[in-house]
T-cell receptor
Framework: AQTVTQSQPEMSVQEAETVTLSCTYDTSESDYYLFWYKQPPSRQMILVIRQEAYKQQNATENRFSVNFQKAAKSFSLKISDSQLGDAAMYFC????????FGTGTRLQVFP | KAGVTQTPRYLIKTRGQQVTLSCSPISGHRSVSWYQQTPGQGLQFLFEYFSETQRNKGNFPGRFSGRQFSNSRSEMNVSTLELGDSALYLC?????????????FGPGTRLTVL
């Protein structure tokens, strides 16, 4: 079975600081993708960042970067220079023939 | 381009009734996936349609069904509603497949079953 685990139900960070959200996954597939999605309160889910499993280089998108450890099946998201607008639910997702989501981490950003 | 739209946004039904939810993908997108989001179970994959064919299906009972039309618009139907079907139903579209391309999500339909 394919699973995605997010062990931090809630995290908080001060504005301008850095925060890391954890995600571990399990799959027997050799070819897969990993995603972080953001769901702001009462707003649509949007893609934050995507990582192809066959690529060793960690993906980055502006202030967002990942630490992809394939052997450990770990895929954490680092948000640098946190902003108030980063407050949201963050979902880690594993993509094979479908998307499997983790339970999410609620991120609060304090001024 | 207009985003993914879902109608209706809110729906209240009673147990035993049936409901149909609609999703219009981004223009040009041929893949539409449906997810159920609840506080207890999180986001769960229902099914995916691509070019009017169901390409993948999650672990939901047969009361949950869907279809896709030639213009890629998709509908999801739930028959014999149960209290546990209360959830936010999200639709997502992508250009090709689901896993290797970014999925664009709609705002969801909030279904309440009384």
């Amino acid at each position: 079975a394919q699973t995605v685990t997010q062990s931090q139900p809630e995290m908080s960070v001060q504005e301008a600081e850095t925060v890391t959200l954890s995600c571990t996954y399990d799959t027997s597939e050799s070819d897969y993708y990993l995603f972080w999605y953001k769901q702001p309160p009462s707003r649509q889910m949007i893609l934050v960042i995507r990582q192809e499993a066959y690529k060793q280089q960690n993906a980055t998108e502006n202030r967002f970067s990942v630490n992809f450890q394939k052997a450990a099946k770990s895929f954490s998201l680092k948000i640098s220079d946190s902003q108030l607008g980063d407050a949201a639910m963050y979902f880690c997702a594993l993509g094979t023939d479908k998307l499997i989501f983790g339970t999410g981490t609620r991120l609060q950003v304090f001024p | 381009k207009a985003g993914v739209t879902q109608t209706p946004r809110y729906l209240i039904k009673t147990r035993g009734q049936q409901v149909t939810l609609s999703c219009s993908p981004i223009s040009g997108h041929r893949s539409v996936s449906w997810y159920q989001q609840t506080p207890g179970q999180g986001l769960q994959f229902l099914f995916e349609y691509f070019s009017e064919t169901q390409r993948n299906k999650g672990n939901f009972p047969g009361r949950f069904s869907g279809r896709q039309f030639s213009n890629s618009r998709s509908e999801m139907n739930v028959s014999t509603l149960e209290l546990g079907d209360s959830a936010l139903y999200l639709c997502a579209s992508s250009g090709q497949g689901t896993t290797y391309n970014e999925q664009f999500f709609g705002p969801g339909t909030r279904l309440t079953v009384l």
